[in-house]
Nanobody, 123 residues
Framework: QVQLVESGGGLVQAGASLRLSCAASGRTFSSSTMGWFRQAPGKERVFVAAINLSMRIYYADSVKGRFTISRDNAKNTVYLQMNSLSPEDTALYYC?????????????????WGQGTQVTVSS
């Protein structure tokens, strides 16, 4: 079992940056694909970015060029650097992990979830 705890959310103005962190505990972090999802009020949870053990990365089109996902296996932590934030990025951001090394974008295919960290971007 893997436990995930997100941090780094907050309230920022449009154009600002935030760095989210996801600390993992338990076994198999080093063999997992890690991803970030977000869920805005009244909307479905959607894929943001993912990184696997081979450091292969995939981004949603909406965040390409603005967000950067990375991981530090020695620290059991995955990060999401978010730049040029806009009000449309306002959401609850979730860290997720899956045992398979294959990168997928469906939330149903992830095995572990954190509780989420709120990101609010004001205009």
């Amino acid at each position: 079992q893997v436990q995930l705890v997100e941090s780094g959310g907050g309230l920022v103005q449009a154009g600002a940056s935030l760095r989210l962190s996801c600390a993992a505990s338990g076994r198999t972090f080093s063999s997992s694909t890690m991803g970030w999802f977000r869920q805005a009020p009244g909307k479905e949870r959607v894929f943001v970015a993912a990184i696997n053990l081979s450091m292969r990365i995939y981004y949603a089109d909406s965040v390409k060029g603005r967000f950067t996902i990375s991981r530090d296996n020695a620290k059991n932590t995955v990060y999401l650097q978010m730049n040029s934030l806009s009000p449309e990025d306002t959401a609850l951001y979730y860290c997720a992990g899956r045992r398979s090394i294959a990168i997928v974008t469906s939330s149903a295919d992830y095995d572990y979830w954190g509780q989420g960290t709120q990101v609010t971007v004001s205009s």
